[in-house]
């Protein structure tokens, strides 16, 4: 079985610090990416299996790259669960409508990320 990729798209470096070393204890490859467009390139580059994806970041929001990723065929397949401080409804409504596949709010337990991954790249995209 190969090592399932992962992109972490986040500009907070302890939230990164942390589902880094998370990510990686559960055997994942992961790779990070600081902001939106960043994200975007390393998305192409590297066609990640999952993308842990930040909504509130510099240059592009994780809305944006959502709707970019989801617009690209080549990249349409890509899992997204989008990290949001904001925990209002239409934040969640507006990122499951651009195409995310999950939708977590910040603060989140840890064991529930790593359940909700490993959940996501069970499923058979269709």
């Known amino acids: 079985m190969t090592q399932k990729k ?5 500009d907070e470096p302890n939230i990164v610090v942390s589902l880094e070393y998370l990510l990686q204890r559960e055997g994942y490859a992961v790779s990070i990416a600081r902001d939106g467009q960043q994200a975007l390139d ?5 066609a990640p299996d999952l993308v842990l994806l930040d909504v509130m970041m510099p240059i592009k929001s994780g809305f ?5 990723v989801r617009s690209d065929a ?18 969640l409504v507006k990122g499951m409508a ?11 337990a840890t064991r529930e990320l790593v359940a909700r991954v490993a959940e996501l790249l069970a499923k058979e995209r269709p």
């Open 74 to 91: 080549a990249l349409a397949h890509t899992r997204i669960l989008m990290l949001s401080a904001k925990g209002r409804d239409t934040d």
């Open 42 to 46: 390393a998305i192409a580059r590297e």
């Open 98 to 108: 651009l195409g995310a596949d999950d939708y977590m709010t910040k603060p989140f």
């Open 6 to 10: 992962i992109l972490i798209a986040d």
């Open 64 to 68: 944006e790259v959502c709707a970019s």
